[in-house]
C-alpha cells in the first residue's frame, strides 16, 4: 500500500465539441485542493459541483483538447505539495486498480481539408490602400460552428470565418494592408487543435492554388522615427505658485511613406509609481505634417509638491496603416535618442517651494464593507466597501491617484478591488467600490488589506491586514467563505442557429445528474417561456428573434436568466401564424392590440406602421409621428465627446445633454467583467468652411491599446446615409456621432463589449412636470423620450452594427443612473449599446435631432409640481445605428430613484449649461 495525501478515485469525460470535453474528477486529499491540471488546461476549486476541497467532485471544460492516451493530470493543494498521475499507471495508490480514463478525442489534421480555394492569388496594393480577399474551402465532415482564423503573421492580423450554408463552404474573409512586402505572404489557418502554414498549404494543394502574392506595395514594416525630444520649458523648472504649471516636450516624429497617425507615451517620476498616459495625434500637430512634424506633448503639475524629476518612457508610434509587426514591437522608438545628446531632454527637473514641509502619507478617519460573510457559490457575491481618507499635512489629498483594497485567501486567491472618488466629507475624502467575486473564490477566508493612500507630495500610506486588525477603530480586516451548492448559475452557451437544433449551456450548481432539474426556454415570439428537455438541448425550434433566453431550475430555484444570441444559418420559412380555436367565440368588446403607437390612430395618421414601427411621412417624427424637426444653433465643441442642447420656453431655461460615459467587458450573464472609465480625449477640430461642422475625440482605454474614435458631426441640410446596409434619414439640424473601437482582447471569446451614453434633461423652472418613454422591441431599446414640461430630449436606437467589417446585431439596454435622480425638474438614463465579442472592429453611428411635439406625449411616469400640468412641445432627438421590428413596449417608471446624489448631478448641469452658453 502506497500512503497518498491526494487519491484520484474516479475519472470520466463526455464529448461536448469535436475539440472539446467535459472532465468529471473524484478526488480525495488530506489538504485543500486549489488547482487541476490536465496536460496543459487547468481549474480550481470554481469547479467543485459536489462535497468539498477536501472530498470532491470537479467538472469542467478541456477545450482545445490537446491530450491523447498518454498524458499526465496534476493536482496542487493548499499545502504547497503537487502530485502527479499518469495514464500509464494505476492512479489510485490505495485502491490500486483502474487507469485513467481515455480523452475521446478526434483526428484533424491537413487531410480533413476536401476543398481549397483563394479568391485571388495575386494582390496589387498600388491603390495605396488595403486590399480584401477570401479563401473558401471544406472539410471531410462539417464541424458546427467551426469558426477557422486567418492569421496575418507579419502584422499580427486575425480574421474569424465561418459557414455558409448557402455556398455549402467554409468562408474566410481576410484583409491584406497597405505596405504588406512584395513577393509571396506567409499566413497561417488556425483551428481549434490545428494550425496549418502557407507553405504546408502550397505543398499539398499546389502553389497555384495556396499561394498568395503580394505585389506593387510600398512595404513599410518600418514603425515611425523619433528624431527629436526638447524639454519644455527645458531640462530644470522652478514652480514659483502654488497652481497649475503645464510641462512637457515637443517632439519631432517622422514616416515615410505612409505617414504617423496617432501614438502613446508615460510619464514617470523618482517619487511615483503611477504613471502618466498620454496620448497624442494630429491634433498635437504644432508644425509641419504627418510625414514629417512636431508635436506638443503637454501635461500639468501642481504647485503644491515636491522636488522630483519627469521622465519619458513606454512610447509607442503607429502610423497611418495603424498595423505594427510583431517582430519590431520591441524597438524602443527611444532607441533612436538615447546615446545622443537629446537623451538629457527626456528628463524635467521640476523644483517646488521648500516653504511647505509634509512627510505624512493621508489616513483613513472610517473603513468599512459589506457584507461580512459571502457566500461564492450564489448568484450575487458582490461585495461592497466604503472609506474616507484625510490627508493631515499641507500637501492634500493626490485626485490622480485612487485607493485600492486586495483580498486575499488561503490558497493565494487574490484580487484587486479600485475605489472610486465620490465626494468630500468633514472628516475627508469618501471612496466607494464593489466587487463581484468568481465563483468559488477563495477558500475560508478573505484578509482585507488597503494600498494607494497617495498625496502631492507623493507620501504613500497603506494598511496592511495586521493594520487593520490592531486599528483602535475596530475595522473589519477579514471576510467569511461560505459555499452553497443549491443555487444553479447559467454561465454560457454554445452558439445557436436560428435553424434550431441543439443546444448546450454550461454554468455552475448544476449538480451530479438530471434529478430536480428542468430547463425552459423564451422564444421571444411572444408566448413566454416554455419548458422544454434537458442536459444537451436538441429540439430547439426555428427561431425567429435576435435571442432567446434560458433559465434552468433545480430542485425548484430557478437560476439567472441567460441571453444567448441567435447565430443567422440561413433563411426560414414564413414565420407560422397561431391557428384560432373555432370553438372559442371571440368577446366582442376586445379591442385588438395596438401595433405602433399614436392616438387615436396607429402613427396618428402621420406615418405607415411597417414591422410595429411608425415610419413617417415628411415632415413628421418620432415614435408615433406626432413630431417635427425644429433648427437650433451649431453646437460648440467641447474637449470631451458632449453635446447638447438650450431651449428657452416662458422664461425658463430646457438644457439636454448626450454624453458617453464609459466602455465595458460583459461576460454572457451581463455581469461587469472590467470597466473603463474615460477621462482623457484628444480633440480635433475638422470643421471647414465647405462642410458641415465636425469634431473628431480619441482615446485609449486605459491598459489596454484599444482605441475609441468618435466623431460628432453637424447637418446643416437634410441628408440620406448608409450605415449597417441601411438608409437613414438624417434631418436637417441633426447631430451624427460616429464610434469606431479598434482591436479588443476579450477575456472571454463569449463575453460583450458596451459603450454607455447617458442622455439627460433638467429645467431650472421648479414648476414643471416631467415624464418618460421607453420603446423596447425583443428585449432591446429602440427609443427614449424625456419630457419637461412642454420640453423633451428624444432618442431613438437602430439595432445593428459593424462588427469586423460586416453587419452585425447590437442590443441596447437601460443602465441604472446611479448619478442622476428622476425628479419634475429632471430626468436622465444612461443606454447601453452592446455587441458580442470582435477582432478588429466595432463600429456604431448614433444621431441626434430637435423636435418639436403637437401630438400625443409618448411617455408616462408624470412627476409634476401641485400647480402644474404636461402638455406637448419641444423635444431634442437621438438616433443610433439599426433596424426594428416586431412590437413596441412602452416602459414606464424605469429609472431608479437616488436623492442623495440629485445635488450632486443638478450642480454637474448647471456647471454644463454655463458652458454651453458661452459657446452659444
Not at 128 to 133: E, H, L, M, Q, T
Not at 251 to 274: C, M
Not at 282 to 296: A, P, V
Request: glycine letters at 6%.
Amino acid at each position: 500500500m502506497i500512503a497518498s495525501n491526494v487519491v484520484i478515485n474516479s475519472v470520466s469525460y463526455v464529448r461536448v465539441q469535436w475539440y472539446s470535453v467535459i472532465a468529471r474528477l473524484n478526488i480525495s486529499s488530506e489538504c485543500h485542493v486549489t488547482t487541476i491540471t490536465l496536460s496543459g488546461p487547468g481549474t480550481n476549486t470554481a469547479s467543485l459541483i459536489y462535497g468539498d476541497a477536501l472530498n470532491g467532485v470537479y467538472e469542467y471544460e478541456v477545450s482545445p483538447v490537446i491530450v491523447y492516451n498518454d498524458y499526465t493530470l496534476a493536482v496542487d493543494d493548499a499545502c504547497s505539495k503537487q502530485y502527479y498521475f499518469s495514464s500509464a499507471l494505476l492512479f489510485n495508490p490505495i485502491v490500486g486498480r483502474g487507469l485513467l480514463a481515455k480523452v475521446p478525442t478526434e483526428t484533424f489534421d491537413i487531410t480533413n481539408i476536401t476543398y481549397f480555394k483563394i479568391s485571388s492569388n495575386q494582390f496589387d496594393l498600388s491603390g495605396g490602400g488595403d486590399v480584401n480577399g477570401t479563401i473558401y474551402f471544406n472539410l471531410t465532415s462539417h464541424l458546427r460552428y467551426l469558426e477557422p482564423i486567418f492569421i496575418n503573421s507579419y502584422f499580427s492580423l486575425r480574421y474569424t470565418g465561418s459557414y455558409n450554408s448557402s455556398l455549402g463552404l467554409y468562408v474566410l474573409p481576410f484583409t491584406i494592408p497597405q505596405g504588406m512586402i512584395q513577393g509571396k505572404m506567409f499566413y497561417q489557418l488556425n483551428f481549434p487543435i490545428f494550425s496549418v502554414d502557407s507553405p504546408t498549404l502550397e505543398s499539398y494543394f499546389g502553389e497555384s492554388i495556396a499561394a498568395i502574392t503580394i505585389v506593387n506595395s510600398a512595404s513599410d514594416f518600418m514603425p515611425p522615427i523619433l528624431e527629436e525630444v526638447h524639454a519644455i520649458p527645458g531640462n530644470s523648472f522652478i514652480i514659483n505658485n502654488p497652481g497649475v504649471e503645464m510641462i512637457g516636450w515637443n517632439i519631432r516624429i517622422t514616416d515615410f511613406p505612409n505617414g504617423f497617425s496617432y501614438g502613446s507615451l508615460n510619464v514617470i517620476t523618482d517619487l511615483d509609481v503611477l504613471p502618466i498616459t498620454i496620448n497624442f495625434n494630429s491634433s498635437s500637430l504644432i508644425f509641419g505634417d504627418q510625414f514629417d512634424g512636431i508635436y506638443e506633448i503637454r501635461f500639468p503639475v501642481n504647485g503644491t509638491c515636491r522636488t522630483q524629476a519627469y521622465s519619458m518612457t513606454n512610447v509607442v508610434l503607429y502610423d497611418k496603416q495603424a498595423y505594427r509587426n510583431p517582430a519590431l514591437v520591441s524597438m524602443n522608438p527611444l532607441t533612436s535618442i538615447y546615446g545622443t545628446q537629446l537623451e538629457s531632454q527626456l528628463k524635467i527637473q521640476v523644483s517646488c517651494p521648500t516653504i511647505i514641509v509634509d512627510n505624512d502619507p493621508p489616513i483613513m478617519t472610517s473603513f468599512d464593507f459589506s457584507p461580512k460573510i459571502i457566500d461564492t457559490g450564489r448568484q450575487n457575491r458582490t461585495v461592497q466597501f466604503e472609506m474616507v481618507i484625510s490627508d493631515i499635512g499641507p500637501a492634500g489629498l493626490s485626485l490622480r491617484h485612487t485607493p485600492i483594497v486586495i483580498l486575499t485567501s488561503e490558497n493565494s486567491d487574490t484580487v484587486q478591488v479600485s475605489m472610486e472618488r465620490k465626494r468630500d466629507t468633514p472628516t475627508g475624502t469618501l471612496f466607494q467600490g464593489s466587487i463581484q467575486l468568481k465563483y468559488g473564490f477563495g477558500i475560508n477566508l478573505l484578509l482585507v488589506s488597503v494600498y494607494g493612500l497617495v498625496d502631492n507630495f507623493k507620501n504613500y500610506g497603506a494598511y496592511h491586514t495586521y493594520d487593520l486588525r490592531n486599528s483602535s477603530n475596530a475595522w473589519p480586516y477579514y471576510i467569511n467563505i461560505s459555499r452553497s451548492y443549491d443555487e444553479p448559475i447559467l454561465e454560457k452557451s454554445l452558439k445557436l442557429s436560428n435553424q434550431g437544433g441543439e443546444l448546450i449551456v454550461f454554468g455552475k450548481n448544476f449538480g451530479l445528474n438530471s434529478t430536480g432539474f428542468s430547463t425552459k426556454i423564451n422564444y421571444q415570439d411572444g408566448k413566454g417561456y416554455v419548458n422544454t428537455g434537458i442536459d444537451v438541448h436538441t429540439g430547439i425550434m426555428p427561431i425567429y428573434a435576435n435571442n432567446i433566453t434560458l433559465i434552468v431550475t433545480k430542485n425548484g430555484i430557478d437560476s439567472n436568466e441567460l441571453l444567448i444570441p441567435v447565430v443567422y444559418d440561413g433563411a426560414l420559412p414564413p414565420k407560422p401564424t397561431d391557428t384560432p380555436n373555432p370553438t372559442n367565440t371571440p368577446n366582442p368588446t376586445t379591442t385588438p392590440s395596438q401595433k405602433c403607437p399614436g392616438t387615436p390612430t396607429e402613427c396618428n395618421n402621420n406615418g405607415r406602421c411597417i414591422n410595429s414601427t411608425c415610419q413617417c411621412f415628411n415632415p413628421w417624427y418620432g415614435p408615433s409621428c406626432s413630431s417635427k424637426t425644429i433648427i437650433t444653433p451649431i453646437p460648440p465643441a467641447y474637449p470631451d465627446p458632449l453635446t447638447g442642447t438650450n431651449i428657452t420656453e416662458s422664461g425658463s431655461l430646457i438644457t439636454s445633454s448626450i454624453e458617453i460615459v464609459g466602455v465595458r467587458e460583459l461576460d454572457a450573464t451581463m455581469n461587469v467583467v472590467q470597466s473603463f472609465n474615460i477621462s482623457k480625449w484628444n480633440f480635433t477640430d475638422l470643421t471647414t468652411a465647405s462642410t458641415n461642422p465636425k469634431y473628431y475625440y480619441s482615446t485609449i482605454l486605459e491598459q489596454r491599446s484599444t482605441f475609441l474614435n468618435v466623431s460628432i458631426e453637424y447637418f446643416k441640410q437634410s441628408a440620406n446615409i448608409t450605415f449597417a446596409d441601411e438608409q437613414l434619414d438624417i434631418p436637417a439640424s441633426s447631430i451624427k456621432f460616429s464610434m469606431n473601437m479598434s482591436s479588443y482582447q476579450f477575456k472571454e471569446q463569449t463575453n460583450l463589449i458596451q459603450i454607455m451614453m447617458r442622455s439627460s434633461i433638467q429645467s431650472n423652472n421648479s414648476k414643471v412636470c416631467s415624464s418618460t418613454g421607453v420603446g423596447v422591441i425583443d428585449k432591446s431599446v429602440q427609443w427614449i423620450k424625456l419630457n419637461i414640461d412642454q420640453n423633451s430630449l428624444y432618442g431613438r436606437f437602430l439595432s445593428k452594427g459593424v462588427r469586423d467589417g460586416r453587419v452585425s446585431v447590437i442590443q441596447n439596454v437601460i443602465i441604472e443612473d446611479n448619478e442622476s435622480e428622476q425628479t419634475k425638474q429632471m430626468r436622465s438614463v444612461i443606454v447601453g449599446i452592446t455587441s458580442t465579442a470582435f477582432d478588429h472592429s466595432l463600429s456604431l453611428d448614433p444621431d441626434f435631432s430637435n423636435l418639436i411635439d403637437v401630438g400625443s406625449t409618448d411617455t408616462s411616469d408624470f412627476k409634476c409640481s401641485s400647480n402644474k400640468k404636461l402638455s406637448n412641445g419641444a423635444i431634442a432627438g437621438i438616433v443610433v445605428g439599426g433596424v426594428v421590428f416586431l412590437s413596441i413596449v412602452i416602459a414606464a417608471a424605469l429609472l431608479i430613484k437616488k436623492k442623495k446624489k440629485f445635488k450632486q448631478q443638478e450642480m454637474k448641469m448647471k456647471n454644463r449649461l454655463s458652458d454651453m452658453n458661452k459657446g452659444l
